[in-house]
């Protein structure tokens, strides 16, 4: 049986211009280089083009040091911000959660599962609640009070967290905390958060009851990166879910808990699979 080869992927950003992907398919065959996958586009709003795509090379053994001297000048021809990937490599993740456990539940079972390619470093919480659940799944469960009084000093403590474990991901599963501005530019674009998709409309507390008094007929969730601006950071997923009048607040509820839980992880899936491109405040994502 021939042993499969391991694959890379290679991303790019530019300047959308004629030539791009003839070029970049080029190269990768002239280097024996084997396309298993390629997305491609290009926004005639932005003027920026992106591209995303994942090969073997079945001669050899890959080095990053001689695909970079040859592809070094189609990347300045075409003035690229672009990164070679081992598929390979699984991402360090901090997740954070409050008291609400659906999609942390969820995400520990597809990385118990293998389903989700990372290495949790820990699960960070301002509750105890969810302690045990953390531990069963054999992983260091981190403990962060927050008050208005300790904010400060909270996150200094998570931001020592995150450089001692050199985590590369931040996701927050129902984190009920806003991070400041501070933390957020530490890692832009790092930093993946979901919610309800009643939002603006249905702020603050009990937002599915809210969305039941007012009759709604769709209800779903968001993912998105966080930024400075509170829940309206770029998109990376979302998922909508019909509803009726027949419908309880706990039935919305138990709805929408299953339309985070699958937002989420289909976001973190695209994130670390790097399939998300961000374009200004949107983003380009190459679904599978």
């Known amino acids: 049986m021939n042993q499969r080869k391991p694959s890379y992927i290679l991303t790019i950003t530019c300047p959308d211009t004629i030539g791009i992907v003839a070029e970049v398919a080029s190269f990768l065959r002239d280097q024996q280089y084997f396309i298993e996958e390629s997305s491609h ?44 990937h081992d598929s390979e490599h699984r991402p360090k993740v901090v997740i954070m959660v409050s008291k609400v456990d659906h999609c942390l539940n969820d995400l520990l079972y597809r990385y118990r599962t293998g389903s989700l390619q990372i290495d949790i470093a820990a699960v960070v919480s301002n509750h105890i609640d969810l302690k045990s659940l953390v531990e069963w799944h054999n992983l260091p469960f981190v403990h962060i009070p927050v008050t208005a009084e300790n904010k400060t000093e909270a996150e200094a403590t998570l931001l020592q967290l995150i450089e001692e474990t050199s ?27 979901i919610h309800h998709s009643f939002l603006p409309g249905f702020k603050g507390a009990r937002p599915y009851h809210q969305a039941h008094e007012r009759g709604v007929k769709l209800i779903g969730a968001t993912a998105h990166y966080v930024t400075a601006d509170l829940d309206e950071g770029p998109i990376i997923e979302q998922v909508v879910e019909r509803v009726s009048h027949t419908q309880s607040a706990d039935d919305l509820t138990a709805a929408g808990s299953d339309a985070e839980a699958i937002t989420l992880a289909r976001a973190v899936k695209y994130h670390i699979e790097h399939r998300v491109f961000l374009d200004g405040n949107r983003t380009v994502v190459f679904q599978q």
């Open 167 to 193: 985590t590369e991901l931040i996701v927050l599963a129902r984190y009920m905390q806003v991070l400041s501005d501070s933390l957020c530019s530490t890692m832009p674009g790092k930093i993946i958060n």
């Open 41 to 84: 586009f290009g926004d005639r709003g932005t003027g920026q083009f992106f591209m995303r795509t994942r090969f073997t090379y079945p001669e050899g053994i890959f080095s990053a040091e001689i695909f970079e001297d040859g592809f070094a000048a189609i990347a300045e021809q075409f003035s690229m911000q672009w990164n070679v």
